[in-house]
Each structure stands twice: as structure tokens, then as C-alpha cells.
């Protein structure tokens, strides 16, 4: 069905295709934003603090689809007015796909921030002590000590985020980009017939999120030295 469905089915695949890129374009992006938000509000600075922590309470309040309107239509007008501080007059694009990467990565940094500084808080302070008498400094003693812990911790609760991420790709169809949902729409109109398209789009779906969870749990097992030794 996939790959006939009348002669339309290559759109299908195109669009899981530029849905996997979206996704985890905005992963990659996301994971940092909530690395970095995590970090600043465990930190005892108010001028980090305060800031990490209206955004994820303002990002976590709207809704995700408000966000890639808002950066497809307002963004242009947003680098532009930056733009405009170095001499730069030209008008500036904002396409699709950039539109719902930065809309989704800041959705999902939001909900990976919290995600994240749980973990860290998992991690016990004395951690941080023990590495630092030992001559570390405090970047080394977080590369080498505490991130490989806050990661192990937090790669559930990534994994579940991601697979929502995965659904949240749907909504950039409203602005025009050729992903799953946007191709199925177009199948389905061309041929008179949505159940078929919708249908198979679900089933794309489906396996992209039984994917993602595979993955996840290759994560889990890699990052615990005591379910890598009992496997093998």
C-alpha cells in the first residue's frame, strides 16, 4: 500500500523522510538548549536562574503550534529588526524547515530542561567535592563525572520526549513544508481518497515511534555497565 497508493506513495515516503530530518534536527538543538537551561537554573545566579526559569514556564504554556507560527511568520521580521543594528537592510527569509526546527527545538528544551535538572539533582553533591580535591576543575569534573551520570538518568525521559517530538513534526505541515503529514494531504486530495493516505501516514508513524523506543532502549542498556554484562 505504501508504495503504490495510486502512483502517490513515494510522497509518503519523502515526507517520513524530511520528518526524520525535523525531528532530529531539532533533538540535536533541543538537547543543548535543555542542557544549558538545566545548568542555569541549579545556578545559584539569579541573572541565569530567573531567565531559564520564565522560559520554560512561558514555553511550556503554549502551545507548540502557536510557536511555529509565530517564528515562521514573525521571524523575518525579528532577524530582520537584529539586522538592522549592523547596517543590514536587506530582506531576510525565514524558511520552512528552519521555522519548525527553531519551533520545535525550543518546545522540546523547554520539557528537556526540567528533564535534565532532575537528574542533576539525582547526582550527589559530594561528587562535585571529591573531583575538585582531586585537582579538577569544574568543567572537567562535569564531562568527566557528572554528565555520563546525568545522561544515564535522563535518557527515559529524553527517549519519551523525543517520541512526542516525533508527533509534534505534524504541526510545521501548516506552514507548508513537505513532511508526512503535509504529503498525505496532498495524496489524499489529489485522489479522493484521505483513509488510504491517513491510514499508511499512522502506520509511518507507528514505525518511526517503535524505532524510536528501540533505540532508547539500546541507549539505557549502553549507558548501564551492570545490563551490558548481564546481556552478555
Do not use: C
Not at 520564565?54 to 502557536?66: I, N
Not at 528537556?112 to 567535592?129: D, I, S
Not at 546525568?150 to 516525533?166: C, S
Not at 498525505?184 to 501516514?201: E, I, N, R
Amino acid at each position: 500500500m505504501l508504495m503504490d497508493l495510486q502512483g502517490f506513495g513515494h510522497l509518503l515516503l519523502s515526507g517520513a523522510l524530511m520528518t526524520i530530518q525535523l525531528a532530529l534536527a531539532s533533538l540535536a538543538i533541543g538537547l543543548v538548549i535543555g542542557l544549558l537551561g538545566a545548568a542555569a537554573k541549579l545556578s545559584p545566579s539569579p541573572f541565569l536562574r530567573i531567565p531559564a526559569t520564565l522560559y520554560t514556564t512561558l514555553v511550556r504554556g503554549v502551545p507548540e503550534l502557536l510557536l511555529v507560527l509565530t517564528l515562521y511568520y514573525g521571524g523575518a521580521q525579528l532577524l530582520m529588526w537584529a539586522a538592522s543594528f549592523f547596517g543590514y537592510d536587506e530582506y531576510i527569509e525565514v524558511g520552512a524547515f528552519a521555522a519548525g526546527v527553531a519551533a520545535l527545538a525550543i518546545a522540546f528544551g523547554a520539557y528537556a530542561t526540567e528533564v535534565f535538572r532532575m537528574a542533576m539533582l539525582e547526582v550527589p553533591k559530594g561528587q562535585w567535592e571529591s573531583a575538585q580535591s582531586m585537582g579538577m576543575s569544574r568543567g572537567q569534573t562535569f564531562f568527566r563525572i557528572i554528565f555520563p551520570q546525568v545522561w544515564r538518568l535522563a535518557i527515559p525521559g529524553l527517549g519519551n520526549l523525543f517520541q512526542v517530538l516525533l508527533k509534534d513534526t505534524a504541526l510545521v505541515s501548516v506552514i507548508g513544508l513537505n513532511e508526512l503529514m503535509r504529503q498525505a494531504s496532498v495524496g489524499s486530495a489529489a485522489t479522493k481518497h484521505p483513509f488510504d493516505f491517513y491510514l499508511a501516514a499512522a502506520i509511518l508513524y507507528l514505525a518511526l515511534t517503535l524505532l524510536a523506543t528501540l533505540v532508547t532502549e539500546i541507549l539505557e542498556r549502553l549507558s548501564k555497565p551492570e545490563l551490558r554484562g548481564r546481556r552478555a
